[in-house]
Structures are given as C-alpha cells and as structure tokens.
C-alpha cells in the first residue's frame, strides 16, 4: 500500500493539487479565489508533464564534440542516458496558454470589478437581477 | 503554390489580425476591407484545399519546417477536414459581411478595431483546429480559438463580461481535461502525431490508462462543444456577446469540436476501440437522448429569442452525437453532414436576431407582433432556417435528419430514433410559437385592419450587407439540401473510417 503511493508519489502530488483547484473553481465565491483556483489546476498539469519527463542520472540530449554531421554516426548513443526533452517544451507552451488565460480573466475581473463594485459571485447575480 | 495551402490557411488570417490591428491606428475604415479580402483568399485556400483532396483520392500531408513526422508537426488534410474548412470559410466570410452594420450599432467605435482582430485571430483557431494532424498543437489553437472568443464575447450587453468569466474557467477545465488526455496517450505511446497515434494505439487497446486517457478526451471536447450535461456556460456567453459574434461563434465553435470529437473517436482511437471494447457508443447515445429532451424543454421556456437559439444548439450537438452513437456509416455521414448543415442554420437563425435586434431593439417573442409587416425579409430567412432545423425538405436540415434516423434503424437504437422523432416535434412547436407571434395577428387588430384599409407593409429598415448575408446564408441552406447527396457521394464516403 504504503510503496504504491511513496513510488509513485508525484502522480499523488499532481491528482491532489488538481483535486484542490477544482475545488477552488467550482465552491468559492469569490471570482479571484476561483482564478487560483485554475492555475493551481493548471500548474498540477504542468507538474505532471514535466515529472513524466525526469529520469534520475540522465543528462540533457546534447551529444558533445560533435559538430555537423560528420562523425555523428560514428558515436554510440544510448538513449536511456539521455532526458526525453518533449514533455518540457511542450509544457513551455502550455506555461504560456496558462498565463495568457490568466491575463485575459484578470482583465475580466478589473471589467466586473468596475461596473458591480464586487467580485463576490451571489452578489454579482443579485446585481445582475436587478 | 497549391501545396503550399494547408499552412496559408492558417498562417494568412493569424499574420493579417495583426496588421489589422497595426493599421487601424492609422485609419479605423480600412479594418472591414482587410477582414473581407483576408477572409475572402481563405475560402480560396479551403476551396484549392478541398479540390486537391477530391482529385487525388488521398490525404495531402504537409509537413510544417520540413520536419518529418511524428517528430515535426505535420498538417493532414482529408476530405472530412477539407469539408469543414470550406463549410467554416464560407461561413466566417457570410458573417463577416454581416457583421459591419451590426457592430457598428452595439459596440463603441473605439471597439471596433479589437473586433475585427479577434475576428481574425477566432477564424484562425478554428481553421488551425481543423487543419492540424498532432494532438498538441491541436490544443493550443483549440486554446487560441478560445481565448478570442473569451475577449470577444465579454464586449456585449451588461452581463457579458460575467458570463464570459465562466466562460473562462468552464474552458481552461475543458482544454485542460483535453491536455491530461493528450498526456496519458503520450506517456504510453511515446507520440503525438495523430496518424502515428492510429497505429500505435491498437496494440494497447486493453490498457486502462488508454480508457482513462479517452475519458479525458471525451470531457476536454465535450466542454468545447457544449454537450448536455457541461454546457452551462453555452447560454450565457452566447446570449449575452454583441449579435455579430453569436453569429459567428454558435454556428462554428461548437460545429468544430464536434469535429475534432469524430477525429480522435475515428481516426485516432480506432472505431473498434469505443464500438466493440468499451460501451462509450451507448453511454454517448444517452447523453445525447437526454440532453436533446432537455435542452428543447429549456428552449421551450424561453421568451427570450437568443436565448433560445443557444439552448437549440445544445440540442444540435446532441443531434451529432447521437449521429455518432450510431457506430456505423449511415450515423456517421449524418453527423458530417450536420455539422455542415448546423453551420449555416445556426448562421442563418443568429444572424436573424442579430437584424432583430438592429431594428426593434428587443428580443422578447412576445414583442414580435406585427413584425411581418415592418420585417418581411428578414422574417422569410427566419422560416427557412426554422423549416431546416425542424426538418423539412429541401432544406438541408431534413437530408441529415434522415441519415441519421436511418442510422439509429440499423444500430437498432430504438430510443435514440424516437429521441430525434420527439425532438422534431418540439422543434416545431418551438418555432411556430415565434412564427405564431410574428405572422399571426389577434383578431381585434385585424378587424381594426379592415377598418382603416390594407394594413401598410414596410421592407426592412435593417442595412443591406445584414440583408443579404442572410438572404445568401438562406440560399446556401437550401443548396446544401438539394446537392447534398453529391456532398455525401463525393466527399463524406471518402471520410468515413474504412473499417466501420
């Protein structure tokens, strides 16, 4: 039981930080606190890819002392000692999605902010009723 | 040059949204011209595209930086995407030229600018979505698409900016959904490439990671899409956005993840995999029956014209999914054929509003009396697109209503054929209740009538460009129902799975 979760620990980190971000979107309030609360799920995926990509005692995959293509297939590469570098770039661009969605909702929040003078989500119904 | 098209559709309107922006500084009247000629050369390019696609009989490939795949990101363009890109061409292009007169009413000038941008940068992500052939870049238009729908949609009347906040965080959870699943296949399959991804998948079909990895698919798209039981943030948003942009959203946003839906259930995953494994063709078949029944329920309910439009989405995606809940060809083709379909009939019903709106300033059916005599034309366009929903011939909504009843008589899925037989009927009620308010006139007014002469019949006070996209829109429905069995022989047999 307890080797289950210590070994894989980083995929309990990710499900539990995912789990705590929905929570934040879906039962508070506040608007603000309910942006948190999507980063932190979004962040949890980050996390999450970018631990898929970690290997312990590999390197980066850059072969040295060899430039061009002369002489690269001359040189024995194992791959198993090399880090699968995909997972980070592409969380690099999800790094950016994130942090254009959080920009545009934080423009959101100034525009509500300005016209109900509030960011708490019943109140803000209330005034929308009227 | 023609090879050369599956990358300029997508890189022609993302490069000219920012010199569209760039020359607004210097002189705000050339944005709408720059909008039509960039939109204009896409359908161009999705026309090439599609012609290519017809005569060749195969796939184009195109491979992005001359990186070959699965390494590079490669675009591949079939006749099932070559279909959707000209449909959402022709599509953007109609609205677009709808678009001037009615934002020029609802927006602030200053406004206008960030409009046509976002205009462009939407048809981007849109045309990206469809285009692409690997997983993540899917994501990232899929999120390009989103975000200018989130800014664009948060200009509109009081209440947009709210419904646009949920808008966000209902969406950040369905693109994030869609990236876990992309992850899970990753980590099992080492790909990204969807081409690549068909072959490898087979081999681990009794894996669970697989099935959790297809659930999150299932959720991240079905958020997107606004299917049943995750679409509450569908009514708001569009309800509430200026009528340009429901009209530009409703009809193709929703009609494209639709798309991507069929692509990782068909192309991706194999056909087998949620047919034969796993129940996913029942459990969608019941989303479906039940979102259908209540999304026409909650139509029914509305006074509030746009309102219930976005509800009647909610039902045409169920339309689709029931096409797809079929799992054989009959089903499929009428999903295809729906969501092209849906493309015009949403366009045709929002952009309706949209000129109601213009000219009465309200969008409460009980305050259309009367309108026949001020809104003829507008009113016509109405009753075609009403007609079509409903499903009756030649309208276009009728040819893809029948393939997918057949589709159910052959999966022998009796309530999902009595679903869309019931579902019909609603639809009628639906819209002759506004006809009803609109054409029909209580009796004293019509004695008054008598009294007084012919009653007066005005045409429309609404600008010509709003007239005639609609009229064309109207015209493109009809079209599409009377060559929709040379859409269906030419173009969708060839996009359906071999092996289904």
Not at chain 2, 46 to 59: R, S
Not at chain 2, 86 to 93: E, S
Not at chain 2, 181 to 190: A, E, F, H, K, P
Not at chain 2, 333 to 346: E, K, V
Request: overall charge neutral; proline content about 4%; hydrophobic content about 55%.
């Amino acid at each position: 039981m307890w080797e289950v979760i210590l070994s894989k620990y980083n995929y309990w980190i990710y499900a539990f930080m995912l789990m705590i971000g929905f929570y934040a979107m879906m039962a508070k309030n506040n608007l603000l606190k309910k942006l948190i609360g999507m980063n932190i799920f979004q962040w949890a995926l980050i996390f999450y890819f970018i631990s898929i990509g970690a290997k312990k005692g590999a390197t980066v995959p850059i072969i040295p002392g060899v430039h061009g293509h002369h002489g690269a297939e001359h040189l024995v590469v194992h791959a198993a000692d090399y880090v699968n570098p995909l997972p980070h770039v592409l969380m690099l661009t999800a790094i950016v999605v994130g942090v254009a969605t959080t920009g545009i909702a934080l423009a959101l929040l100034i525009m509500i902010y300005r016209r109900y003078g509030t960011l708490e989500e019943d109140e803000i119904i209330e005034e929308l009723k009227k | 040059m023609i090879e050369q098209f599956p990358a300029l559709i997508v890189v022609t309107p993302l490069i000219m949204s920012f010199i569209l922006f760039a020359v607004s500084w210097w002189n705000k009247r050339l944005c709408f011209p720059i909008l039509i000629l960039t939109l204009s050369a896409c359908i161009v390019f999705a026309i090439g595209i599609l012609d290519t696609v017809i005569k060749q009989g195969k796939p184009i490939h195109y491979y992005l930086g001359g990186w070959d795949p699965p390494w590079g990101i490669e675009y591949v363009i079939d006749h099932l995407n070559a279909l959707v890109l000209v449909a959402v061409a022709v599509v953007a292009w109609l609205v677009a030229i709808y678009s001037k007169s009615a934002v020029e009413k609802e927006l602030h000038e200053s406004k206008l600018p960030q409009f046509y941008t976002l205009f462009l940068l939407q048809v981007t992500g849109l045309f990206g979505i469809t285009a692409t052939g690997d997983m993540f870049n899917l994501y990232v238009l899929l999120e390009i698409a989103s975000f200018s729908a989130y800014a664009i949609i948060a200009m509109g009347e009081r209440g947009a900016d709210f419904a646009a906040f949920r808008y966000v965080i209902f969406g950040t959870i369905g693109a994030c959904a869609y990236l876990l699943g992309v992850g899970y296949l990753y980590i099992l399959t080492g790909s990204l490439n969807m081409a690549d991804l068909s072959h490898l998948i087979p081999k681990l079909f009794y894996n669970k990671a697989l099935l959790v990895g297809f659930a999150f698919f299932l959720v991240g798209v079905g958020i997107k899409m606004g299917i049943f039981p995750v679409h509450f943030w569908l009514p708001d948003a569009y309800t509430l956005a200026p009528s340009a942009v429901s009209a530009l959203l409703a009809p193709l946003f929703t009609k494209v993840g639709a798309y991507v839906i069929i692509r990782i259930m068909f192309t991706v995953f194999d056909p087998s995999f949620s047919i034969k494994l796993y129940p996913v063709m029942d459990i969608l078949g019941w989303i479906a029956a039940v979102g259908i029944i209540f999304a026409c329920i909650m139509a029914l309910a509305q006074s509030d014209l746009k309102r219930m439009f976005c509800y009647l989405i909610v039902a045409e995606m169920g339309y689709i999914v029931i096409g797809i809940a079929s799992g054989n060809r009959l089903g499929l083709t009428g999903a295809i054929l729906h969501i092209i379909n849906d493309m015009f009939m949403m366009a045709c019903l929002f952009t309706v509003a949209g000129a109601i709106m213009y000219q009465m300033g309200t969008r409460n059916i009980y305050e259309f009396r009367y309108l026949h005599r001020t809104m003829p034309i507008t009113l016509a366009v109405f009753v075609v697109g009403a007609l079509s929903v409903v499903g009756v011939p030649p309208a276009c909504g009728f040819f893809s209503k029948w393939y997918l009843i057949l589709g159910t008589i052959q999966a022998k899925k009796w309530l999902l054929l009595f679903v869309l037989l019931a579902s019909s009927l609603i639809n009628a009620v639906l819209f002759f209740r506004v006809i009803e308010n609109a054409y029909l006139e209580p009796r004293e007014a019509h004695a008054h009538a008598h009294n007084g002469g012919h009653p007066i019949v005005t045409l429309d006070r609404v600008p010509l460009n709003m007239l005639i996209a609609m009229i064309l829109i109207a015209a493109g429905i009809i079209l599409l129902g009377l060559f929709s069995g040379k859409i269906v022989m030419n173009i969708i047999d060839f996009a359906i799975p071999a092996n289904l």
